[in-house]
């Protein structure tokens, strides 16, 4: 950033920017006028979806119903050619076009110079941009049936985008030093990540919380190392909830980042009524003398695949299943209530088996059904019996995970995700995250694994799987095994 010299700053409501080309206020006090803001040829596709736009439209909403005075909405990045008498979009691309695309929708009958230049001929954005503004003039239409007297709603909506809705805006006229902002923005880890979204949008949920309350839950959430969160999200939290549904889980980001934002308290349908219910329940009663005087547990107000509760609740849920997980991580024999000195994972633990794509990928797959199993069936502070048969559940959730990596010479997610699925030709491939989630007790999912896991015959292991001393333990007196297969042995899940 300090080589970079010549950049203006400005902040620019969307109306005067799209309809009318300015931008009124910048830093050296000078407006600036007739503004036409071009995509350059270097400009990926549009590819926001309808889905994506509609999720814009309705955090807009939700602004204007809180009565924000004013939403900023991003940062965009302009390069001033002058040669063209353009102001090329270097960032910020894909929500200027819905933006204009949203107002079009809105204002119905007034055309919107941005829309009409020529961009480079892509299926992406031929098709996307069809397909939200068709979305957008749905709702339209939606909000005007609901007024059907009068189009004030719709009126009110597009005069808070034009007026109130603002853009942070970057402007320079030399190119490289409007890429050097871009990419010094990104390298300063100025732009936001997933969890760094869901923190703004709970955050501002938390209206009606005091601000002694609201920096104990920002303190905590910062006190937290941000890497182990992101991994919390985007690693684990993320591909659960879309495994117990069915689907591949790629990648958490800003596009898909909605299944985290949950009921707000705005929402008022039975869905939402059910589980706001339920929640207000629970913290209802931990709050009030009853788990004392009949010497009862907490209530748990969170269940992995349910809805999250917008707000404070959310970074309750956050914090609970990123301390599960770190329990569940951490074998020491003495500490934290899950994974105590487990043999298994003593076994697992050993810097042969934490490197690696595919070692990492599987300890994953072991790490979440374990965490998933947890969360349904052992409470807060688990029996003997609890225990027990989560012990017993460990070698089934190993058998299962490291199963996909017997036969593996080289694993990746595409392999990973058909196992899970149920898709992959491998021994053991079912969706056991499924399988969890439906079972009425451990008992009952005890056995159905037991039915469902199958032996692993010699035939079936990949090169890389090494069987020679399975039956041996380290020669160090440390008393750990050195190959995970000997544990399929031992439990009789494998085939010589």
């Not at 909405?73 to 894909?94: A, E, F, M, P, R």
């Amino acid at each position: 950033m300090s080589n970079i010299t010549n950049l203006k700053l400005g902040i620019a409501k969307i109306g005067e920017l799209l309809l009318h080309g300015e931008v009124s206020r910048v830093n050296d006090g000078n407006p600036l006028i007739n503004v036409k803001l071009a995509i350059p040829n270097y400009q990926r596709p549009y590819k926001w979806t309808a889905k994506n736009a509609i999720q814009l439209l309705d955090d807009i909403i939700d602004a204007r119903n809180s009565n924000k005075g004013v939403y900023r909405v991003g940062t965009l990045i302009l390069h001033h050619d002058k040669d063209n008498s353009v102001y090329n979009i270097v960032d910020g691309q894909q929500r200027v076009t819905t933006f204009a695309l949203l107002l079009l929708a809105l204002l119905e009958t007034r055309h919107i110079e941005f829309l009409e230049q020529q961009v480079t001929d892509n299926p992406y954005t031929r098709e996307n941009v069809t397909n939200n503004y068709r979305a957008f003039v749905r709702r339209r239409d939606a909000m005007l049936n609901d007024n059907i007297n009068d189009d004030r709603n719709v009126k009110d909506l597009r005069e808070f985008i034009e007026n109130q809705c603002e853009f942070i805006v970057v402007i320079t006229s030399d190119i490289s030093e409007a890429f050097q902002f871009f990419d010094s923005q990104n390298a300063r880890g100025k732009k936001l990540y997933p969890h760094d979204l869901l923190k703004a949008y709970h955050l501002r949920e938390m209206s009606d919380i005091s601000i002694e309350e609201t920096e104990k839950v920002v303190k905590r959430w910062e006190d937290t190392k941000q890497n182990e969160l992101a991994d919390l999200f985007g690693e684990y939290l993320f591909r659960v909830r879309e495994w117990l549904r069915g689907n591949y889980a790629w990648e958490l980001n800003e596009h898909n980042i909605d299944k985290f934002k949950g009921i707000s308290k705005r929402d008022n349908s039975p869905y939402a009524q059910y589980f706001k219910g339920a929640f207000a329940y629970a913290d209802m009663v931990n709050r009030s003398a009853m788990p004392f005087v009949s010497g009862m547990h907490d209530l748990n107000p969170f269940q992995l695949d349910a809805p999250i509760i917008a707000g404070k609740p959310f970074f309750d849920y956050t914090h609970r299943y990123f301390e599960i997980l770190k329990d569940i991580q951490n074998n020491d024999k003495y500490v934290g209530y899950f994974v105590n000195g487990n043999e298994i994972v003593m076994t697992l633990e050993l810097p042969k088996y934490r490197n690696g794509v595919g070692n990492r990928i599987t300890r994953k797959l072991f790490d979440l059904a374990a965490l998933l199993y947890v969360d349904r069936f052992c409470p807060d502070k688990p029996t003997k019996n609890d225990l027990d048969l989560f012990e017993q559940f460990l070698v089934l959730d190993f058998i299962w995970a490291y199963s996909l990596r017997a036969q593996y010479y080289s694993l990746g997610w595409a392999s990973a995700q058909k196992y899970i699925m149920g898709s992959s030709s491998v021994i053991n491939s079912f969706n056991l995250y499924k399988c969890i989630s439906e079972a009425p007790a451990p008992t009952a999912l005890l056995s159905e694994l037991a039915d469902r896991i199958k032996p692993l015959p010699s035939g079936r292991l990949a090169t890389n799987a090494r069987v020679d001393n399975i039956d041996e333990k380290e020669k160090d007196g440390s008393g750990i095994y050195s190959y995970y297969l000997h544990y399929f042995n031992i439990h009789n899940f494998y085939i010589r």
